[in-house]
């Protein structure tokens, strides 16, 4: 069964940027189109940004321009590059795929905009 750890998260001044990560035990993640997803406090769960198995991206129009993912097959990895960060950032991110049955959910990573 594949396991999902994020990392990376923090806490961050307006303006800043930070670089999650997303490592996925088992050989499938590949093959998989993969995304990152944020719960804010009171929240329901959003996608912010997808990267399909061949490379395409995705994002919500409330992250476009700041925020890139990206993936390492090879490492079994996904990554959310985030710029310009904002308050309304601040949220639970979680990793899994965008599409079909999910994988278990992992713990998140805290990001927190403050100043």
């Known amino acids: 069964q594949v396991q999902l750890v994020e990392s990376g998260g923090g806490l961050v001044q307006p303006g800043g940027s930070l670089r999650l990560s997303c490592a996925a035990s088992?050989?499938?993640?590949?093959?998989?189109?993969m995304g990152w997803y944020r719960q804010a406090p009171g929240k329901q769960r959003e996608l912010v940004a997808s990267i399909m198995n061949i490379g395409s991206t995705n994002y919500a129009d409330s992250v476009k321009g700041r925020f890139t993912i990206s993936r390492d097959n090879a490492k079994n990895t996904v990554y959310l590059q985030m710029n310009s960060l904002k308050p309304e950032d601040t949220a639970v991110y979680h990793c899994n795929k965008v599409r079909g049955l999910l994988f278990p959910w992992g713990q998140g990573t805290q990001v927190t905009v403050s100043s």
């Open positions: 088992g050989s499938i993640f590949s093959i998989n189109d």
